[in-house]
């Protein structure tokens, strides 16, 4: 009996511990009024319009502070920012990065400092509001890195008016010689979806397989999405491997037969955390600023915002998804294929990736 009551107590007074700390009103307040007088917050992230046309101006209106938003891609941004602390200058203060960039750089590098003990706003540390019972840190010591999404992830987009859906089964169907020459893929030869969508293929079709659609096929490769896009829409590339949803999207609304495809009969679906994963920089030039932009995007307004406009499945309990694809939104009692998931980042997709770049450039 003794042994139960410690042990009882034990719990009673390990759960608090455990649980995200909230700040007071008057906490809260102090770190308002202290982000208002650094005036703004460096964000670091994709040029996406969501963040340009509804993330921004509703941040300012909320807090009166500006988002100063450094876009590009994920690894052009990190290869800057290294460059620029590399001479002692540290002009980002928030990272919405890529899962790869936020793993293999921002994390390995040490270039973020731990985010869990920041989130302190109520709505945003209470665990009854997150699907998994608490914030998501995708980190090993689940503190730097936010995972906010979790959606059934696109495999590739097709322009029925070109491709039926019946011709498009299987990942074999790729390989008909009726699709030389009409598949567009981001460059799969540097970083990116392009390589990432790569890099599942080889895992699970294997390297000849690899070869023959990348290369047999002559799948055709850029670097800019728009472009993917635009071919997509026109037909002149009806099979898409790494386009967009947000570029699809007003596509489909436009009246373009676009078809997203998010497995195939040897393909399961896999789920994502896309549109990015959340950090904070380390000696973060607005620190105050940053810490209250960070637990903002994580709050039912912020996140929601994301949600919508993306057309991202959130972690959020109390954000409404009847305005989402069904397809993205994860079914119940489906395994799917974690392509954001740490140890895949790291070790799995690296692997496969770097397979496929050797097979890519060995038939040059």
């Known amino acids: 009996m003794p ?48 963040m340009r046309n509804q993330i921004i101006p509703k941040f300012k209106e909320r807090y009166g502070i500006g988002i100063e938003l450094l876009a590009g891609r994920s690894s052009e941004i990190s290869a800057r920012v290294r460059t620029e602390r590399g001479s002692g200058i540290y002009s980002v203060d928030v ?8 793993a293999t750089t921002l994390y390995a590098e040490k270039m973020i400092d731990p985010l869990k003990p920041l989130l302190v706003m109520s709505e945003v540390a209470d665990g009854s509001k997150w699907k998994l019972g608490k914030i998501w840190f995708a980190d090993p010591e689940e503190s730097f890195a936010v ?33 030389r020459g009409k598949i567009s893929t981001e460059d799969p030869t540097t970083t990116g979806s392009g390589a990432n969508a790569a890099a599942r293929f080889y895992h699970d079709q294997g390297e000849e397989f690899v070869r023959k659609l990348y290369l047999d096929q002559k799948a055709v490769r850029t670097r800019d999405r728009r472009q993917m896009a635009d071919w997509l829409a026109r037909g002149t590339h009806p099979i ?43 000696k973060a030039p607005n620190p105050k600023a940053a810490q209250l932009f960070a637990n903002w995007i994580l709050s ?41 998931d740490w140890n895949w980042i790291v070790t799995g997709r690296h692997e496969y990736r770097n397979k496929v770049w050797q097979v890519l450039k060995t038939s040059k």
């Open 3 to 50: 042994t139960i009551v410690t042990l009882f107590f034990i719990l009673v007074w390990a759960i608090p511990a455990l649980a995200q700390t909230r700040a007071s009103d008057k906490e809260w307040n102090a770190l308002v009024e202290g982000a208002k007088k650094e005036g703004k917050v460096v964000v670091a992230g994709s040029p996406d319009p969501v």
């Open 95 to 102: 990272y919405l990065a890529g899962p790869d960039t936020t």
């Open 147 to 179: 995972r906010a999404f979790s959606s059934v992830a696109t495999l590739m987009f097709i322009n029925t008016d070109q491709v039926k859906p019946e011709e498009m089964r299987a990942a074999k169907d790729l390989l008909n010689a009726k699709w």
């Open 240 to 282: 898409c491997l790494s386009c967009r949803e947000d570029d699809v999207r007003p596509l489909v609304k436009e009246g373009f037969k676009i078809l997203e495809i998010f497995s195939l009969a040897d393909m399961p679906g896999s789920i994502n955390g896309s549109p990015w994963m959340l950090t904070l920089a380390n």
């Open 300 to 340: 039912r307004e912020g996140l929601g915002i994301y949600a919508r406009g993306y057309g991202s499945v959130s972690l959020r309990t109390d954000i409404d998804e009847s305005n989402l694809n069904p397809g993205n939104v994860p079914k119940k009692n489906i395994k799917y294929f974690d392509d954001t």
